[in-house]
């Protein structure tokens, strides 16, 4: 009887499922510098902008102060997530605090969606009744605001995109370029026409866009906590694509999840032909899906076939097509083996 427990744990940076590494050359140090500008600038310019508003009657101002406090509130979470997901594996968080980081991002569109809802209100509100905004004070300060926000999304652009929890800064940042975008065009409109309910106009627009950042934020996030599989891979193909191995019978419990961005995992039952080398199988398959899929944290359970059973299920093996027994009472998900299967 052999049986074959191989762990292939990769901790460093994880690869996509297109088999490939993301682009890690920027360090956890840079990142963090890259975020601490970027709170600088936004941190600095919230304050100025808000007196400006109060001063200037504009919601569409006022509102990308908001959005400012929750982009500088986005990235300190930024920050602290990756302080703690750097932090070992220890006691019974065996995978360390790596979700921190997804945690975080999960947040960041949470407070898109909650900062969009209120916005939204309040500029409902003003089409219905436009207040006196003085144009000419807006547009200085939103064109100052678009320089700030350009200047803040370069320096968050320049860390690690490819983390869930820095692509959330980011998006935060993004959306209110957009909106001093929008304010600077709603301003023109009044200098120009004196259309005063441009003001509001321009923050829908821009509660759309906090919409659909949040969506995809949220969208990826829960991906990650509900153990799905990562985005592009099909767990089924991966299957069928393991099974047709030399000298595999059977694959089954197939679980491939995201721990984090970027650090796919993926454990399973290989049942191999009797007189099969289990080790050197396993090693194949470890090869197959790092070069194949980037996968390199593998647990794979290697036995042969037959193994395990009980002499009442002798008659079934023989009798079987595959001359095997289910090998597991209590199979997670479907059961994968060569030629046509029982999916």
Same mark, same amino acid.
């Given at each position: 009887?052999?049986?074959?427990?191989?762990?292939?744990?990769g901790?460093?940076?994880g690869?996509?499922?297109? @088999?490939?590494?993301?682009?890690?050359?920027?360090? /956890?140090d840079?990142?963090?510098r890259?975020?601490? $500008?970027? %709170?600088? #600038? *936004?941190?600095?310019f919230m304050?100025?902008?808000?007196?400006?508003?109060?001063?200037? @009657?504009?919601l569409?101002l006022?509102?990308?102060? /908001?959005h400012m406090l929750?982009?500088?509130?986005? $990235?300190? %979470?930024? #920050? *602290?997530a990756?302080r703690?997901?750097a932090?070992p594996a220890?006691?019974g968080?065996?995978y360390?605090l790596?979700r921190?980081?997804?945690?975080?991002?999960?947040?960041n569109?949470l407070?898109?969606?909650? %900062?969009?809802?209120?916005?939204?209100?309040?500029?409902?509100?003003?089409l219905?009744?436009p207040?006196e905004?003085r144009g000419g004070?807006m547009?200085?300060t939103?064109?100052?605001?678009?320089?700030?926000?350009?200047?803040a999304?370069a320096?968050?652009?320049?860390a690690?995109?490819?983390?869930?929890n820095?692509?959330?800064?980011y998006q935060?940042?993004l959306?209110?370029?957009?909106?001093f975008?929008?304010?600077?065009?709603?301003a023109?409109v009044i200098?120009l026409?004196?259309?005063?309910?441009?003001?509001?106009?321009a923050t829908?627009?821009v509660v759309?866009?906090?919409?659909?950042?949040?969506?995809g934020?949220?969208?990826?996030s829960?991906?990650?906590?509900l153990?799905?599989?990562?985005?592009?891979m099909?767990?089924?193909a991966l299957?069928d694509?393991?099974?047709?191995?030399?000298?595999?019978?059977?694959v089954h419990?197939?679980h491939?999840?995201?721990?984090?961005?970027?650090?796919a995992?993926?454990?399973?039952?290989?049942l191999?032909?009797?007189?099969?080398?289990?080790?050197?199988?396993?090693?194949?398959?470890e090869?197959?899906?790092r070069?194949?899929?980037?996968i390199t944290?593998?647990t794979?359970?290697?036995?042969?076939?037959?193994?395990?059973t009980?002499?009442g299920?002798?008659?079934r093996?023989?009798a079987?097509p595959?001359g095997?027994?289910?090998?597991c009472?209590d199979a997670?998900?479907p059961?994968?083996?060569?030629g046509p299967?029982d999916?």
């Amino acid at each position: 009887m052999t049986s074959d427990h191989a762990h292939g744990h990769g901790h460093g940076h994880g690869h996509g499922p297109d @088999g490939h590494a993301h682009a890690h050359g920027v360090s /956890a140090d840079a990142d963090r510098r890259w975020l601490g $500008i970027a %709170l600088g #600038l *936004i941190t600095a310019f919230m304050a100025v902008e808000v007196v400006v508003g109060v001063i200037a @009657g504009s919601l569409a101002l006022l509102s990308d102060a /908001a959005h400012m406090l929750t982009d500088a509130a986005a $990235i300190v %979470l930024a #920050l *602290i997530a990756m302080r703690l997901a750097a932090r070992p594996a220890a006691g019974g968080f065996t995978y360390g605090l790596k979700r921190a980081e997804i945690l975080s991002a999960q947040v960041n569109g949470l407070t898109l969606l909650l %900062l969009g809802a209120w916005l939204a209100v309040e500029a409902v509100e003003r089409l219905i009744s436009p207040p006196e905004v003085r144009g000419g004070l807006m547009l200085v300060t939103a064109l100052v605001g678009i320089v700030v926000n350009m200047a803040a999304a370069a320096c968050i652009a320049k860390a690690n995109r490819t983390s869930l929890n820095i692509e959330g800064a980011y998006q935060h940042i993004l959306t209110d370029l957009f909106a001093f975008i929008g304010t600077a065009v709603a301003a023109l409109v009044i200098v120009l026409t004196g259309f005063q309910r441009a003001d509001a106009i321009a923050t829908l627009v821009v509660v759309a866009l906090m919409v659909k950042a949040a969506y995809g934020l949220l969208r990826d996030s829960g991906r990650i906590f509900l153990e799905a599989a990562p985005v592009g891979m099909d767990p089924e193909a991966l299957g069928d694509r393991l099974v047709a191995q030399p000298e595999i019978v059977e694959v089954h419990d197939l679980h491939v999840w995201q721990i984090t961005s970027g650090q796919a995992a993926l454990s399973a039952h290989v049942l191999v032909e009797a007189d099969g080398d289990c080790h050197s199988v396993r090693r194949h398959l470890e090869r197959v899906l790092r070069d194949g899929y980037g996968i390199t944290h593998t647990t794979l359970q290697v036995d042969h076939v037959g193994e395990d059973t009980e002499a009442g299920d002798l008659l079934r093996i023989s009798a079987s097509p595959l001359g095997s027994a289910e090998h597991c009472d209590d199979a997670h998900g479907p059961v994968y083996r060569p030629g046509p299967t029982d999916r």
